[in-house]
T-cell receptor, first 117, second 116 residues
Framework: AQKITQTQPGMFVQEKEAVTLDCTYD???????LFWYKQPSSGEMIFLIYQGSYDEQNATEGRYSLNFQKARKSANLVISASQLGDSAMYFC??????????????FGGGTRVLVKP | GAVVSQHPSRVICKSGTSVKIECRSL??????MFWYRQFPKQSLMLMAT?????????EQGVEKDKFLINHASLTLSTLTVTSAHPEDSSFYIC????????????FGPGTRLTVL
């Protein structure tokens, strides 16, 4: 079974600063995918970034980067140059063998980020 | 990116009635659809996984007779909450996945159900 842990229930960040959201996972699978989603107050789940377990380089998407440390089983999300619109819940998720049909996403408990002007 | 729609976005009903929520993939064929439930300030909990044309697979603790799932086509899945009660009030989110690429899941905007 997979387990995702996000130890920060909530955090404040100053506008224009960077923030790191922690995510650790536990799995016995050799092949897996790691995802980060943003959920604003409207409720929609917005995909941010993906990291495959065999990817050698850390994933980056605009202001989002994923600090993937496979040996430590961590996949922290870094948001650079925070904006007021970044205020939301952030979920880390994992799925074993990403290409296999039917494999399920397991979500962490989430971290609420509030960006201060 | 791919688009997944949900209808209705918000529904209020009386206790004892049934409510149907539709989930549609608008620009791709969704071989697998997932239904999640989210309570306030909590994470998403997977309720069931459905593949087109076959019965849904429910997670442990989810009553299949209470939450009826139909995945009749590659673009439509429905969740029916039967005989709804106030404890069924929640945010329900569907997600759809096709067969291309990393098998990324696309999420619908969610349906907020309030049972009076």
């Amino acid at each position: 079974a997979q387990k995702i842990t996000q130890t920060q229930p909530g955090m404040f960040v100053q506008e224009k600063e960077a923030v790191t959201l922690d995510c650790t996972y536990d799995t016995s699978d050799q092949s897996y995918g790691l995802f980060w989603y943003k959920q604003p107050s409207s409720g929609e789940m917005i995909f941010l970034i993906y990291q495959g377990s065999y990817d050698e380089q850390n994933a980056t998407e605009g202001r989002y980067s994923l600090n993937f440390q496979k040996a430590r089983k961590s996949a922290n999300l870094v948001i650079s140059a925070s904006q007021l619109g970044d205020s939301a819940m952030y979920f880390c998720a994992m799925r074993p063998n990403p290409g296999a049909a039917g494999n399920k996403l397991t979500f962490g408990g989430g971290t609420r980020v509030l960006v201060k002007p | 990116g791919a688009v997944v729609s949900q209808h209705p976005s918000r529904v209020i009903c009386k206790s004892g009635t049934s409510v149907k929520i539709e989930c549609r993939s608008l620009d791709f064929q969704a071989t697998t659809m997932f239904w999640y439930r989210q309570f306030p300030k909590q994470s998403l909990m997977l309720m069931a996984t459905s593949n087109e044309g076959s019965k849904a697979t429910y997670e442990q603790g989810v009553e299949k007779d209470k939450f009826l799932i139909n995945h009749a086509s590659l673009t439509l899945s429905t969740l029916t909450v039967t005989s709804a009660h106030p404890e069924d009030s929640s945010f329900y989110i569907c997600s759809a996945r096709g067969t291309s690429g990393s098998g990324r899941q696309f999420f619908g905007p969610g349906t907020r159900l309030t049972v009076l």
